[in-house]
């Protein structure tokens, strides 16, 4: 079965730059997103199609996806940005989560 | 605004059936290029798809839980629903609805609904 993975965890100061990867064989010919989701809430979509951000989702926040990693990047991280994130991609009929990232702002 | 509702009961014993449903407001249940799904996340852990099921009946599912599950969908009454059989410890979990938009190699979920734990013991 396919898989994605995840670091379980990434820190980063305020202000800078947070980079959460996504890794899957060949997951650059398929289409990621992304989700963060804050304690005790169902997940907010904030990256769909490699690249494109949903109505009322920051600028900051922006994703990539290229050989066998996607990549989503913070930028300007605050810290409302602290959460856990999720990649999915979708192979042979079958929806795929990656094992989510505790961001962490400190 | 398309919101999602579920609802069932929040405790089901050991070896039996857990029966969900999720509602769906603010917009139609049959546009043909939307999926509606079930995803589940037990306590501290991360989420898992459970399988999905178009307006027109169309599924697919998990192969770790295919054996067990059963997606149905009502469009009439807007609502589709989740049967999990033989139900274990490891099956408590938080059980969301969420709409699923699709296309070619294209997959995500862009509405999600509140989440209902449901907790599996005698």
């Known amino acids: 079965s396919y898989e994605l993975t995840q670091p379980p965890s990434v820190s980063v100061s305020p202000g800078q730059t947070a980079s959460i990867t996504c890794s899957g064989d060949?997951?650059?010919?398929?289409?990621a997103c992304w989700y963060q989701q804050k304690p005790g809430q169902s997940p907010v979509l904030v990256i769909y199609?490699?690249?494109k951000r949903p109505s009322g989702i920051p600028e900051r926040f922006s994703g990539s996806n290229s050989g066998n990693t996607a990549t989503l990047t913070i930028s300007g991280t605050q810290a409302l940005d602290e959460a856990d994130y999720y990649c999915?991609?979708?192979?042979?009929?079958?929806?795929?989560f990656g094992g989510g990232t505790k961001l962490t702002v400190l | 605004q398309v919101q999602l509702q579920e609802s069932g009961p929040g405790l089901v014993k050991p070896s039996q059936t857990l029966s969900l449903t999720c509602t769906v407001s603010g917009g139609s249940i049959s546009p043909g290029s939307y999926y509606w799904s079930w995803i589940r996340q037990p306590a501290g852990k991360g989420l898992e798809w459970i399988g999905r099921?178009?307006?027109?009946?169309?599924?697919n599912y998990n192969p770790s839980l295919k054996s067990r599950v059963t997606i149905s969908v009502d469009t009439s009454k807007k609502q589709f629903s989740l049967k999990l059989r033989s139900v274990t410890a490891a099956d408590t979990a938080v059980y969301y609805c969420a709409r699923e938009a699709v296309g070619e190699l294209v997959s995500f979920f862009d509405y999600w609904g509140q989440g209902t734990l449901v907790t599996v013991s005698s």
């Open positions: 999915q991609a979708w192979d042979s009929s079958t929806v795929v």
């Open positions: 099921i178009s307006s027109s009946g169309s599924t």
């Open positions: 060949k997951l650059g010919d398929e289409y």
């Open positions: 199609q490699d690249t």
